[in-house]
């Protein structure tokens, strides 16, 4: 069986999944607390963790720096993205 976050690289790549991967921002499980996280991550949602963009400009200078994202899979492991 394909783990949440093998599903969503694949699914990204435009390879054939199994069965579709479903997932929430973090936003909604740390807000909408009458929702049963738990159990719904136990059925197969993933949860995508909030990444934060930063940017700074100056006159011929560009900075922009991206904190990785974090992908909660099923078996309660956190996942970082890989480095390319």
């Known amino acids: 069986m394909m783990t949440i976050r093998k ?6 790549a435009g390879e054939r999944i199994e069965r579709p991967a479903y997932a ?8 909408r607390t009458e929702v049963d996280w738990g159990l ?3 059925l197969g949602l993933g949860q995508i963790n909030h990444a934060t963009l930063i940017r700074h400009e100056h006159p011929g200078f560009e900075l922009a720096t991206s904190v990785p994202a974090v992908l909660r899979c099923l078996e309660g ?4 993205p890989r480095k390319r």
């Open 77 to 80: 492991r956190m996942f970082s």
């Open 7 to 12: 599903r969503f690289e694949c699914a990204l």
């Open 24 to 31: 929430v921002y973090d936003w909604f499980v740390n807000n």
């Open 40 to 42: 719904l991550f136990k």
